[in-house]
């Protein structure tokens, strides 16, 4: 079967990333990473991607004056590479609504909550505040409104009363590493499809998003 292909958006550590490298590697992703953009050259994903002789470009959003030529450079880097998913993976700009129509039900995110509580920044910290019982990842299509697209996935951890940002941070990660490759399988594989702006499951409405608990997929 052909290879489906993607292009990852990062800045920073990559370590979803190399979650999807990894599946890929194992064979248990059929697809091939045409290139990692990231818009800070200090990002350590680089080099994860590097090491997997994947070919990296580095857009430094400084270098724009407005987020919309910002997006455009990406749109031109993006769009020969011909990506079935471009898929961001931290990577911590805001999109315009030019780019996301752009690539509308190809643009996948992965956010460290139980979206559609905390979306934006300092999701960990706000989980500890508000003494929440339980905290999570969830991995969603983009859509104009920030983190607020389609659900595909959530994987949920217990917080406990031990817990600080770096141990919850770390827990979550864990989860997003299954999670994100998973439902990218999925959207290559065609189980994820639209019908309008109606996520579709297996050719059903996903009515409420995929849940990954004790290391498994339930409806
Ligand atoms: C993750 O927590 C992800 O949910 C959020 O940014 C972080 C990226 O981590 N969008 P990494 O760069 O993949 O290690």
Redesign the pocket.
């Known amino acids: 079967m052909k290879k489906a292909s993607l292009v990852v958006l ?10 999807i490298i990894d599946a890929i590697k194992n064979h248990t992703l059929n697809a091939e990473i045409k290139a990692v953009i990231s818009n800070r050259s200090d ?3 680089l080099k994860r991607a590097n090491s997997a002789n994947i070919k990296t470009h580095v857009i430094d959003h400084k270098q724009f004056s407005d987020r919309e030529s910002f997006d455009q450079a990406l749109i031109k880097t993006i769009d020969p590479l011909q990506p079935e998913l471009v898929v ?5 700009r805001i999109l315009s609504d030019n780019f996301i129509d752009h690539y509308l039900h190809r643009l996948i ?4 909550s139980l979206l559609p509580k905390y979306k934006g920044l300092n ?1 960990h910290q706000l989980a500890l505040d508000n003494q929440d019982k339980i905290h999570g ?1 969830s991995v969603h299509y983009v859509n104009h409104e920030l983190d607020s697209g389609q659900l595909v996935i959530q994987a949920e951890t217990t917080v406990s009363s031990n817990d600080n940002v770096t141990t919850l ?1 770390a827990r ?2 864990e989860q ?2 299954k999670i ?1 490759p998973l439902a990218i399988k999925m959207h290559v594989e065609g189980q994820l499809s639209f019908d309008k702006e109606q996520l579709m499951f297996n050719n059903e409405p996903l009515l409420e998003p995929l849940q990954w608990k004790k290391n498994k997929l339930s409806t």
């Open positions: 990062i800045s920073g550590s990559g370590s979803n990333l190399q979650a990002a350590y994903g961001l993976a931290g990577f911590m995110n992965i956010h460290p999701t990842a941070a979550i990660l997003e590493h994100y």
